[in-house]
């Protein structure tokens, strides 16, 4: 076999243990390839990020670059296959030893757990690991800010408050033996396997669970430990020595050490990126604009990095709660009044920054229709004259002030500025509120109180599905019984009838057509409400170290998959 690579590395057999073919090392081959195979253990893995993880504790984490990190420390009973292409949408067996055994009513699902899996303390992971690992998610009032789906499916009317408060433990989900887990679904929901794949389904040990703390150091189930957690300046992860690598189908688990620099300057993360000396951005949310055309007219720079269409959609949520935005023509004289086109700028262009949005539902996920458009807002151009008509019809026909939210992030900023001089021109005044963000999400704009005293009325957000369906993409944005007093992320506050109805239908329904269809209305009601604002379907340009090996975008995640990369 043939392997051509730009860079010092082991060939990888594609029938052997590590190797799923070979890539030149090319612009956008990891794409659909993987760059540089290898099945070469050691050295460091050397990532930087230029802000703090939400939180280590997969119960409490809501970002995906954390959840790309995370299979380093935790395994789930399923988990997204390592590889590049559709491949890496399927999902897999990981702690357990098969897909469930599903019952023929479609409510009843059970898992064996493979024998040999153990925690870092060299304590067998049980199926009560698992059970706690998830019932840990009930305790809101401590534990909150990850995604909930699994209290939406498994409470069942209980109103279960977490195994701290309650050791009786959930009636849906039943522990036979230390090897079998089952969980009793009230009503079939097709999507359900996803949800144990998320790092909120993860084992936890009782006996080392500190609540609120156990992020400071959780204990690890997958081929990483944590050495060092130091908030704000590093993380370290180096080899658990209690994993066992026959009994992981997935992981490549190459490096000995990964280094995980905190709070370094996006503009530093670049130049040490070109210099050599770091070998990817752990957030994977592209360089900078200064960076940029260096890379993109460099041949050997370029040769080395992927533009993958993220499956993020990037949008401005306005506050129903916040005047005068509980008025749906002033909602609609924001649609109208933005330049798309200079957001689109401020992120980096066509290539870089993504395609111009003219609704929320990203491509990728079933449902999702280009020609959905009502604000006519993919030309990118504005269209002054129809807000300010809409500014007249909500009673402000000389404008009004309100507050943007947005984390201080170099691209936040620059796309908040962007919509701040178009608003301006129809005469909205909008101040811009940046935060750090490591808060942003969870305490400045998740908690509707802040939200409510500071004025924020537009509050920026990215958002991608939890996992590629649109149950996946949109009830936490737009459920109305979903909003929560922290760790909320309907931004709006939207609570509509007919959308929640919409939702329930299309979450129901188990033909995977018929609940496209079903999510292609959910989109258009939505865009009816005129309370989200999108902008941009995500593209990023991320510069890969030539001595990285494994390079390959995980299409799950819309990033490198950090399980399998090494370095020569």
């Known amino acids: 076999m043939l392997c051509l690579s730009l860079a010092v590395g082991a060939c990888a057999d594609k029938d052997k243990p590590g190797g799923e073919g070979t890539a030149t090392a090319a612009f956008n081959a990891g794409l659909t390839e993987v760059v540089n195979p290898s099945t070469a253990t050691g050295g460091t893995l050397k990532l930087a990020s230029a802000h703090d993880v939400d939180s280590w504790d997969p119960t409490r984490s809501y970002v995906t670059a954390v959840y790309n990190l995370q299979r380093l420390y935790v395994r789930t009973l399923l988990t997204p296959d390592a590889k590049p292409g559709a491949d890496g949408l399927k999902l897999v067996p990981d702690l357990a030893t098969a897909a469930p055994e599903i019952s023929a009513d479609k409510l009843t699902y059970t898992f064996k ?13 049980t199926a009560k690991d698992v059970r706690h690992g998830i019932e840990r ?32 433990g959930l009636k849906s989900i039943s522990t036979p033996d230390d090897k079998t887990i089952t969980f009793k679904l009230a009503e079939p929901f097709a999507d359900f396997p996803y949800l144990l ?6 084992p936890v040990p009782a006996a080392k669970d500190t609540g609120a703390k156990y992020g400071d150091k959780p204990v690890s189930s997958g081929p990483y430990r944590f050495e060092t957690i130091d908030p704000g300046k590093e993380a370290v992860l180096v080899r658990n020595e209690q994993w066992d690598r026959a009994t992981d189908t997935v992981r490549k688990a190459l490096p000995d050490r990964i280094e995980l620099a905190v709070g370094t300057a996006p503009d530093e993360i670049d130049r040490q ?19 940029q055309p260096k890379v993109l007219l460099d041949p050997v720079l370029k040769a080395r990095a992927d533009e993958p269409t993220t499956g993020f959609v990037q949008y401005a949520a306005m506050s129903t709660a916040v005047k005068p935005f509980d008025d749906v023509h002033c909602r609609r004289a924001v649609q109208y009044a933005v330049d798309k086109t200079t957001v689109q700028t401020a992120r980096g262009g066509p290539d870089a920054g993504g395609d111009i949005a003219g609704a929320m539902l990203p491509p990728g996920i079933p449902g999702h229709d280009p020609s959905l458009d009502p604000f006519q807002t993919r030309s990118g151009k504005p269209q002054p004259d129809k807000a300010k008509a809409e500014l007249t019809a909500c009673g402000k026909p000389d404008g009004f002030e309100t507050v943007i939210a947005t984390t201080n992030s170099p691209k936040a900023s620059k796309t908040a500025e962007a919509i701040q001089a178009a608003l301006a021109t129809v005469g909205i005044k909008a101040r811009i509120d940046a935060s750090d963000p490591s808060i942003y999400a969870r305490s400045v704009v998740g908690s509707p109180s802040n939200v409510h005293t500071k004025g924020y009325g537009l509050i920026m957000g990215a958002w991608s599905a939890d996992f590629p ?3 996946g993409f949109f009830p936490t944005l737009i459920d109305g019984r979903l909003i929560l ?3 909320n992320n309907n931004y709006a506050e939207l609570s509509d009838s007919a959308i929640n109805a919409l939702i329930d239908r299309a979450r129901d329904t ?3 057509a018929e609940a496209a269809k079903l999510w292609s209305q959910v989109d258009a009601a939505v865009m009816d409400s005129a309370t989200m604002l999108p ?3 995500d593209k990023v340009l991320n510069y890969r170290n030539p001595r990285m090996t494994n390079v390959f975008v995980n299409q799950y995640y819309g990033m490198w998959d950090v399980t399998a990369l090494g370095v020569a």
């Open 113 to 125: 757990l493979r024998d040999g899996i153990r925690f870092e303390d060299g304590s067998a992971i």
């Open 137 to 168: 998610l009930f305790a809101q009032e401590e534990l909150s800010g990850g995604p909930t789906y699994l209290i939406d499916q498994l409470d069942q009317g209980q109103h279960y408050p977490g195994p701290f408060a309650d050791k009786n």
């Open 535 to 537: 902008l941009t379907y």
């Open 485 to 487: 007093p922290s760790g």
């Open 469 to 471: 369906t649109g149950y």
């Open 273 to 291: 990126l070109l210099d050599g000396d770091l070998d990817a951005d752990a957030g994977q949310g592209g360089v900078q604009s200064a960076s």
């Open 510 to 512: 188990t033909d995977p």
């Open 197 to 202: 794949a998320m790092g909120v389904a993860a």
